[in-house]
């Protein structure tokens, strides 16, 4: 149980922990969401009437189902898939999809459930959803992921579409699984249904920016809390975990808006480059290759590979984890504070642990949730929706603008936000307290369903 939830909602989080057992991450990104609602409650006593909470924590449809394959050596291969709908109040399900060995239920509900409310500060008519597979991407044929993504769909179709669920990428899943998963579902549907998916290719519905968006937002994010402290990126040292899609557009906007990233890591180790980690190289390793960052000090001599190390240990003013949940512990946060650090963004979902949480807040420093800092990712795959719904297709220019703009936004309502809770500065109640009210209004609307 935890000490900061308030007691009107204690006994709604204990009824979520004795009904989702084992589901740790479910019950971690429930918990920080629930301890920013007891003053809700006390503004709005018409959410407790009509158990808002409770339903909000109990996914409307939950899909669990077996995706067999055959990989390159005629062996039958069998992995889980799960698409996990959360909440249609504000629009379709929305969210990524996980491929990665370590996905389970109770992974694809934290991540479904803080889609619910990132959606909801977008400001754009979307649901929360999430899914995935425990399928691992790594060392697989390209013809090998064609057929998993094939079977994957041949399941999934008869639960998506562009007015139910529109899924979209996450951990393993970019722009060549959305084409094999987009492919078979117009081969089983007869339909070209672009809305169904987001971060498709430029070439067959996809939107400018969608690629860059989750990076570029979350540093734009983090812009708009520096100026609050009458600050900016200009001449600040970084550190961004991971080196895959978030990270790498992370980085490339750090560097625009005047910034020097020194750090990026995969599940193996990290880079150390003092002389500003070179981009074009880590896309090369990353997206083109598909190899190992550890790859980066061949041509690079000059830079440090540090096989298992723990990035946070470096000296930086902004950190911005952009990998997994729970990469930065309460060590790890005490150690950044120690070192100088002065802004978090979290492009991941859920990267830091709630003492990790509680010592950024402790310390006052503008600390970003995931929820509020990577939201530019699913808005601009709301943008995508837009443009598909249209028939349209937008600059890069125009596109990269509403971003900022939908940033700005967000930035400025989980501020606000914060400042009339009574807790100025505090941008996790801010995120959860605006997310969950704009959701909850709808869902008193609709009535008991
Ligand atoms: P990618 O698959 O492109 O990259 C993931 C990166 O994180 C890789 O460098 C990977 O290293 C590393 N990583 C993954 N799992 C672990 C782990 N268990 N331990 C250490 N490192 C790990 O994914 P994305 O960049 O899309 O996603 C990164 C994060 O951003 C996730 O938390 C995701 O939920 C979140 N996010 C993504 C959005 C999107 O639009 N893609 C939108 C909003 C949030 P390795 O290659 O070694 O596995
Ligand atoms: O966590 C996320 O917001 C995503 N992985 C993006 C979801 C989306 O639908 O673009």
Excluded at 18 to 24: A, K, L, T
Excluded at 57 to 76: A, T
Excluded at 332 to 350: Q, S
Excluded at 358 to 378: D, H, Q
Aim: overall charge negative.
């Amino acid at each position: 149980m935890s000490p900061n939830i308030d007691e009107k909602v204690e006994p709604i989080f204990k009824e979520v922990l004795d009904r989702n057992p084992g589901e740790i991450e479910f019950h971690q990104a429930v918990r920080e969401v629930l301890e920013s609602l007891g003053p809700v409650l006390v503004k709005h006593p018409e959410f407790a009437d009509h158990k808002i909470i409770e339903r909000i924590c109990e996914p409307e449809r939950q899909i669990i189902f077996r995706v067999p394959w055959v990989d390159d050596n005629g062996i039958v291969q069998i992995n889980r898939g799960f698409r996990v709908e959360f909440n249609s109040a504000l629009g379709p399900y929305k969210g990524g999809m996980r491929f990665h060995p370590s996905v389970y239920l109770g992974i694809v509900k934290f991540l479904g459930f803080e889609q619910i409310f990132k959606n909801a500060l977008t400001g754009l008519p979307i649901g929360g959803g999430k899914g995935g597979s425990d399928f691992d991407p790594k060392g697989k044929s390209e013809s090998e992921v064609m057929r998993f993504c094939q079977s994957f769909m041949t399941e999934l179709y008869r639960h998506i579409g562009e007015h139910t669920d529109v899924p979209a990428g996450d951990i393993g899943v970019g722009g060549r699984e959305i084409g094999y998963l987009f492919g078979q579902y117009k081969r089983i549907t007869n339909r070209w249904e672009a809305g169904v998916l987001t971060g498709k290719g430029l070439d067959w519905g996809g939107s400018l920016v969608r690629t860059e968006a989750t990076g570029y937002g979350a540093a734009f994010f983090v812009d708009e809390m520096l100026k609050v402290r009458k600050d900016s990126f200009d001449g600040k040292t970084c550190i961004v975990s991971g080196s895959g899609n978030v990270s790498i557009y992370t980085m490339e906007k750090i560097t625009q808006l005047g910034g020097k990233t020194v750090a990026c890591s995969d599940s193996n180790g990290y880079i150390y480059d003092e002389k500003g980690i070179d981009l074009d190289l880590v896309k090369q390793i990353k997206e083109i290759e598909r190899r190992r960052i550890s790859v980066y000090t061949d041509t690079h001599k000059h830079a440090k590979y540090i096989a298992k190390g723990n990035i946070w240990e470096i000296p930086c003013q902004v950190a911005m984890p952009s990998a997994t949940q729970n990469e930065i512990n309460g060590k790890d946060a005490a150690l950044l504070v120690k070192n100088g650090c002065i802004a978090i963004g979290e492009g991941a979902n859920m990267p830091t642990t709630p003492e990790g949480v509680k010592v950024f807040l402790e310390a006052g420093i503008a600390y970003g949730p995931g929820k509020a800092a990577n939201a530019g990712g699913v808005a601009t795959s709301a943008l995508e929706m837009q443009q598909n719904a249209s028939r349209d297709s937008w600059t890069f220019e125009y596109t990269e603008d509403r971003l900022r703009q939908i940033m700005q936004n967000i930035h400025k309502n989980c501020y606000e936000t914060a400042d009339e809770y009574g807790t100025p500065g505090n941008y996790v109640n801010g995120a959860n307290i605006a997310g969950f009210i704009k959701v909850a209004k709808a869902m008193v609307a609709f009535g008991v369903i």
